[in-house]
């Protein structure tokens, strides 16, 4: 089975401008998470969805970011306007909610974004 | 406020031998769960091993085994038989059941000697 796939893998950008990253969950896992990964600050929780609906996104950093999951099998993160302290690698998760109930969440491959 | 703490920011270890890499963790809820991921230098996060706050065995999962004690509140993770491969970064992490929140710790580098 494919693992969660994100697209792009690297992205470099100019501040100020706008920026997507993109996911594709693990086919039947319910839950969707964003996580962003520095070195100051190690990995954060952003946002996560379940069946497509945000049920907590407390720790989205500010307005400039949004995400969204159009439908089970697609997620994004748009940050808008991009500024130099959003460099980072953003992950990707998703999660079962399975019989064992230990809800694992297998992370994708994430993406290094890069604000000039 | 849930919290996870690694107090080892760098270990290392001979080949073929075991290393113990430690993780307490603070929270009030009753039921949780406590994961370990490996991040070797290539970046992705690999899943590890689970704990279940209820689980009254230490997890196993090949040369992985979590060492829990719940009254002291640590999860530490027990690799034996180490492997050039292993040399990564560990992060402990906890859930707790009610919801989806995970937080992470601030990791272990381990360094693996041949």
Known sequence: DAGVIQS???EVT?????????????????????????????LELLIYFNNNVPIDDSGMPEDRFSAKMPNASFSTLKIQPSEPRDSA?????????????TDTQYFGPGTRLTVL | AQKITQTQPGMFVQEKEAVTLDCTYDTSDQSYGLFWYK????????FLIYQGSYDEQ???????SLNFQKARKSANLVISAS?????????CAMR???????????GTRLFVKA
């Open chain 1, 8 to 10: 792009p893998r690297h």
């Open chain 1, 14 to 42: 100019e501040m100020g401008q706008e920026v997507t990253l993109r996911c594709k969950p693990i086919s039947g896992h319910d839950y969707l998470f964003w996580y962003r990964q520095t070195m100051m600050r190690g």
């Open chain 1, 89 to 101: 690698v953003y992950f990707c998760a998703s999660s079962p909610r399975d019989e064992a109930s």
């Open chain 2, 39 to 46: 991040q070797p230098s290539s970046g992705e996060m690999i």
């Open chain 2, 58 to 64: 230490n997890a196993t999962e090949g040369r992985y």
């Open chain 2, 83 to 91: 492997q050039l491969g292993d040399s990564a970064m560990y992060f």
């Open chain 2, 96 to 106: 707790d059941t009610g919801g989806f929140k995970t937080i992470f710790g601030a």
